[in-house]
């Protein structure tokens, strides 16, 4: 809302989610694991302790055989680049694919690996890789991709028996599948959709519940992604956001700590040179009473409620501000204030200073 007033001179893994075995001796077809599965990320290190089997006696008179010595001290990695870690525990959602890379210490040429992945214990999938060489011929390296496409905990058991070359490993990964939830629900995929918001530099306390405070990051996600406004998290929407897609393109890096406000978009955006603090929706100047472009300063700062229901605000040019109102629509609809929303407005007052500049654009 514009006042008239006479002019004076006023913040996420990918998460890399590695488990590891290693082992001294063969591993035999049968012989049981003694590895773990982790439900966290972390990294763990067993050995196995099968016994090698003797060579069979050569008979009278014949030179005896040599017999193939295989490698020991194998070390095998699983990591998961594109789960998520929530709560300590790696996440993803359901429906989403993740590569599973494994890596072999030393890469020995010919070696197999046997990949199973399963669904609260259900195989839903089994696939036999070849260990191929790394770029630099020190490791093995494999990648398998797995999707589940229904939620529940995912687990995937890397086996390599062992061969004459190579000493056996076994080795395990678990990955919760999340199922979406919406508003008003208490989750560990809205702890997710939080982080990742959060992550896109999107103002949003972590509350743990798909509030008020979710619904508006995800409508100005909508619109930094150039899809209009809406508060619905739909499957392409989630996608992104799990992708970590879209950036604020700052405009004018040289002008220090400013605020953009992107009429555009409807986005305002709190800066420090290129790096971005926090996004918010706005509601700017309806067609009949547009928001004034250029650059400007913060110059005069009023806390509270005015009596004509603007909130917290931030005076840049005469009566044109930055603050709070009920209602700040998802369209333009003020007398040519950037409305934010009341529940957003107090964290904007609390970054903006008087001097601060105010960049508005179109």
């Known amino acids: 809302m514009r006042r008239q007033i006479a002019p004076l001179s006023a913040v996420l893994a ?10 001294g001796t063969a591993l035999a ?14 990294t763990a290190t067993t050995t196995a302790s099968t016994a090698a089997k003797a060579p069979p006696k050569p008979k009278s008179g014949a030179p005896p055989k040599a017999t193939p010595t295989p490698s020991t ?3 095998a990695k699983l990591y ?23 890596f072999v210490r030393p890469y020995v040429a010919g070696q197999t ?40 905990l995912v687990r995937v058991r890397v086996t390599h028996l062992a061969t004459a070359q190579e000493a056996g ?19 560990e995929f809205v702890d997710l959709i939080q982080q990742r918001l959060v992550a896109l530099h999107f103002y949003l306390p972590l509350s743990g519940v798909y509030d008020l405070q979710t619904n508006l ?94 909130y917290f605000s931030d005076f840049f040019y005469g009566g044109y501000a930055i603050h709070g109102y009920d209602p700040a629509p998802d369209y333009p609809a003020s007398h040519g204030c950037m409305r934010l929303p009341i529940s957003d407005a107090l964290s904007v007052w609390n970054w903006l200073n008087y001097g601060v500049t105010v960049d508005v654009y179109q």
Do not use: C, W
């Not at 998961?80 to 494994?102: K, N, Q, S």
């Open 14 to 23: 990918a998460a890399i989610l590695p488990f590891s075995v290693t082992t």
């Open 29 to 42: 077809a049968g012989s049981p694991t003694t590895s773990s599965t982790a439900a966290a990320p972390s």
């Open 73 to 75: 001290g194998v070390t």
């Open 80 to 102: 998961i680049p594109d789960a998520f870690v929530v709560h300590h525990d790696a996440v993803t959602v359901a429906g989403r694919t993740l590569h599973v890379e494994g």
């Open 113 to 152: 690996v046997e990949v199973k992945s399963s669904l609260n214990g259900k195989v839903f999938k089994t696939d036999r890789l070849r260990i191929k060489p790394s770029a630099k011929g020190t490791d093995g390296v494999f990648i398998e991709k797995v999707t589940s496409a229904k939620a529940g």
């Open 169 to 187: 490993f076994q080795v395990r990964r678990a990955i919760a599948a999340l199922s979406p939830t919406g508003p008003g629900s208490r989750s």
């Open 217 to 310: 990051a995800v409508d100005a996600y909508h619109r930094l992604l150039g899809r209009g406004t809406s508060p619905a998290l739909d499957p392409a929407t989630l996608a992104d956001l799990l992708d970590g897609k879209g950036a604020f393109a700052v405009r004018d890096p040289h002008d220090g700590k400013h605020v953009e406000g992107d009429l555009g978009d409807q986005l305002l955006a709190l800066i420090n040179g290129t790096n971005v603090y926090q996004i918010y929706p706005i509601s700017s100047g309806k067609p009949s009473t547009p928001t004034i472009l250029g650059r400007f300063q913060v110059y005069m700062r009023t806390p509270g409620y005015l009596p004509d229901g603007m």
